[in-house]
């Protein structure tokens, strides 16, 4: 039983279950069985972070949990609402309201298709460790500053969106802390911590909502204590999936669906990207405690429907998620069966416990969100990359400040543009170009084999070795060089066998350097011309230019060609 499309579209749930047994299914049982109760907090949490509610927390969990096992190209990834999207979900209902979310969110879904059909589920892993660190930290210092409110009980109604301005603001109300509610958030805090040194198996951030939020009902109902607030007194409670439903946006004047949805796309391009990247380091990292090899463009197809469908119900943003598809892991789970359970699980806790929830305390929920920012952070990455070279340095502290003082979205470009200013910076100081006038040693990695002791350069003729790639900025650097050289000869032999591929800027740098030796009587001869650089070469019309024979297979060939010249020259 196989399942593909054009080669990019292989669900491993398929491939799983070929060989599937009794024995696997207890293991994916009992791991989905955990990994469903771990999410529980965490959907709720991140639902509530995001500025919508627990139900629709616990909604993405379900759907896109349940799509992402079912199309995924994992065995083991679970997926759902993550910190990650906390931010940028925020910022898009600010902005736009829930309509505009879902729009955005079904972009970011079409995105997503479109990327693992086109086959850039392996360029997603190029993007620089320091952007993706320096996102991540920002959005866990963003997280950790959306819980103040909460964890002290400022009861702040509106609290500012913008990073500088919500720390005036907590500032401003710090008088107004609510002692009661700090108590319950750093009795949260310390079960969270302490749990892991009984157990590894039952999550902290589970064993506090349930102590606490039995705690904080005994005392409001045996001791009459008020003023602590819980999920229940802001959110609707969950009670089941809803209807699907289209989005229901309200247009200003003189404004179109076309309007919005270029406003939207932006957001949901960033919405896209992370993820991707999300969701294919996630598929990396479980790889590599498995020993098996993630389908990178199914996965990319299968967040993509996730995505795209789950807005429909009122969920949010997903992608796979770090540290459940550990969980899974963790406690056995080895196909795509234990995420449908887990899926189900949660399922079952909407039906028949979801006015549980209701009684879960704001500053419980805030100190799981606490430990969630303080996982992300990678504060100890930071200090590690500081001591690596200073732009990759630089790149990450950009991506950082920049993701928590205006928005991930500018945070993403302006951290991949600097990582790819600076990459071709690297490859242009790598790349060398050496000048020869008199003779070569043979020994220095010849692309023939030789006998002699050297190889004799004719009098007037020059050899130019360029190693590494001729792009737009080794091309200048070859105009330098050649103008420091300052020589006039008969023949210029560039050398070209080092040379992995050449771009436009290149080749016009080359066909500019043939029609100016012209006109100064001088010959150019091309050497060890790779069938790439050749076909690329030919295809752009240079070889019309300096002549189909004086693109030469190797150095011998080339000063042969060159002595000819230089003789036709004297005579």
Request: neutral net charge; glycine residues 10%.
């Amino acid at each position: 039983m196989k399942a593909s499309i054009s080669g990019v579209f292989a669900p491993r749930l398929f491939s799983c279950l070929k060989d599937y047994n009794k024995d696997k299914f207890i293991t994916d049982l009992m791991a989905g069985i955990i990994v469903g109760i771990v999410a529980i907090p965490l959907a709720i949490a991140f639902g509530i972070a995001s500025g919508v509610g627990p139900t629709e927390g616990l909604i993405t969990a379900i759907i896109a949990g349940f799509i992402i096992s079912a199309f995924g190209g994992t065995k083991v990834q679970i997926g759902g609402p993550t910190g990650a999207f906390i931010v940028i979900i925020y910022g898009i209902i600010q902005q736009y309201g829930l309509s505009g979310l879902m729009i955005a969110t079904v972009m970011a879904g079409i995105i997503l298709i479109v990327m693992g059909v086109c086959k850039l589920g392996n360029i997603i892993k190029f993007v620089p460790y320091p952007v993706i660190v320096g996102f991540t930290g920002g959005i866990a210092l963003t997280i950790f500053s959306t819980q103040m409110n909460d964890i002290f009980g400022l009861g702040i109604e509106k609290v500012p969106a913008d990073f500088i301005q919500k720390w005036i603001c907590y500032f401003q109300h710090s008088g107004d802390i609510n002692w009661l509610a700090l108590g319950i958030g750093l009795a949260s805090l310390a079960i969270i911590i302490i749990t892991p040194k009984f157990s590894k198996k039952i999550p902290g951030s589970l064993v506090s909502i349930i102590v606490i939020t039995l705690g904080v009902w005994i005392l409001k109902t045996y001791f009459g204590v008020v003023g602590i607030e819980t999920i229940g007194d802001i959110y609707d409670l969950p009670s089941g999936i809803p209807a699907p439903k289209m989005p229901e946006m309200t247009l200003k004047e003189g404004e179109t669906i076309i309007n919005v949805i270029q406003q939207l796309f932006p957001a949901a391009f960033t919405i896209a990207m992370l993820g991707a990247i999300e969701s294919l380091l996630s598929a990396m990292v479980a790889d590599g405690v498995i020993g098996d090899k993630h389908d990178s463009n199914t996965e990319l197809v299968g967040q993509g429907i996730a995505n795209l469908v789950t807005p429909f119900f009122g969920g949010i943003p997903a992608t796979g998620a770090i540290a459940r598809t550990m969980t899974n892991i963790n406690n056995g789970g080895r196909s795509p069966i234990a995420g449908i359970i887990h899926a189900i699980v949660l399922l079952l806790v909407l039906l028949f416990l979801g006015q549980l929830v209701g009684y879960i305390p704001m500053p419980c929920l805030a100190g799981v969100l606490i430990i969630v920012a303080y996982n992300m952070s990678g504060w100890r990455t930071f200090v590690s990359l500081a001591k690596n070279p200073k732009s990759d340095f630089a790149v990450l502290i950009v991506t950082f400040a920049l993701t928590v003082i205006f928005d991930l979205t500018i945070a993403i470009e302006i951290g991949l543009l600097l990582a790819i200013v600076l990459f071709l910076k690297r490859t242009n100081e790598a790349s060398v170009i050496r000048v020869f006038k008199d003779e070569i040693d043979p020994g220095e990695n010849l692309d023939i084999t030789l006998h002699e002791d050297k190889l004799i350069i004719p009098a007037g003729v020059e050899v130019y070795e360029i190693d590494g790639p001729y792009f737009f900025g080794i091309a200048n650097k070859f105009d330098e060089i050649m103008n420091e050289v300052g020589d006039k000869p008969n023949v210029r032999i560039i050398r070209m066998r080092k040379v992995p591929f050449i771009d436009s800027t290149g080749i016009h740098n080359l066909e500019t350097l043939c029609l100016q030796s012209k006109k100064e009587g001088i010959q150019i001869v091309l050497s060890g011309v790779n069938k790439h650089v050749r076909s690329t070469l030919e295809k752009a019309g240079f070889d019309k230019v300096v002549g189909t024979e004086n693109i030469c297979s190797n150095i011998n060939e080339a000063l042969q060609k060159s002595s000819e010249y230089v003789s036709k020259d004297k005579k």
